[in-house]
């Protein structure tokens, strides 16, 4: 037997934020989930951020400066809680022992839509 698929009024609803991140190390997508789930754990408490529906969509190097590299990144986030996971993520100020700065760039309902922000 199929399983039936949600309509659509019923599913949850995502929204996608759009991060500029600026790190000494370069960094993979695993360490930049690793980043964001420690930071909402450490700030917004387990309870609290496993409401939050996090994943990382794309991670990408937009430039390697002497001093530092810098990343775009979307994030996936459940409608009603981009602002917990903002403030979250702008208490993170190193990762292994390296300066790290993550900032919001644009906040979209759907991936297409975060392109305008690259």
Known sequence: ???KVLPKSQRKHNH???LDIKSEEELSKND???IVWDACVRFQGENNTSNFN???INLILKDEISFYN???AILRCQRDFEDEVRSSLALV????RKSIAIS???ISGTIKGCSKFI
């Open 16 to 18: 996608y934020l759009v």
């Open 54 to 56: 996090l994943w990382t």
């Open 1 to 3: 037997m199929k399983l």
């Open 70 to 72: 810098e990343y775009k």
């Open 104 to 106: 919001c760039v644009g």
């Open 32 to 34: 930049f989930t690793s």
């Open 93 to 96: 100020n190193n990762y292994n």
